[in-house]
Nanobody
Framework: QVQLVETGGGLVEPGGSLRLSCTPT????????MGWYHQPPGKQRELVAS???????SYGDSVKGRFTISRDYAKNTMYLQMVRLKPEDTAVYYC?????????WGQGTPVTVSS
């Protein structure tokens, strides 16, 4: 059974940077959509970035120009590079993978942006 393992969350000051990683426990191939979601305190889970096997990316309006989603094929790992972080980015971040018949979620990693 494929699982998603997330790392990289933590505490960072406003204006700082973090890189989140999401590594499936098996090689991903074929048609897929990878995504990062976040869930701020008291709010609904929201898609912030996605990446398809064709290389198409999309971003939520609140993170455009600050977040970058990417995949390292050799390491079979998906990343969310976050720069110029704001307090409103504080949330639990979840990676998501849709491929074949799977719709997988990571365990969630908290990101706190605070002085």
């Amino acid at each position: 059974q494929v699982q998603l393992v997330e790392t990289g969350g933590g505490l960072v000051e406003p204006g700082g940077s973090l890189r989140l990683s999401c590594t499936p426990t098996d090689r991903i191939y074929g048609t897929y959509i990878m995504g990062w979601y976040h869930q701020p305190p008291g709010k609904q889970r929201e898609l912030v970035a996605s990446l398809t096997d064709k290389g198409s990316t999309s971003y939520g309006d609140s993170v455009k120009g600050r977040f970058t989603i990417s995949r390292d094929y050799a390491k079979n790992t998906m990343y969310l590079q976050m720069v110029r972080l704001k307090p409103e980015d504080t949330a639990v971040y979840y990676c998501n993978l849709k491929y074949n018949s799977y719709n997988l979620w990571g365990q969630g990693t908290p990101v706190t942006v605070s002085s």
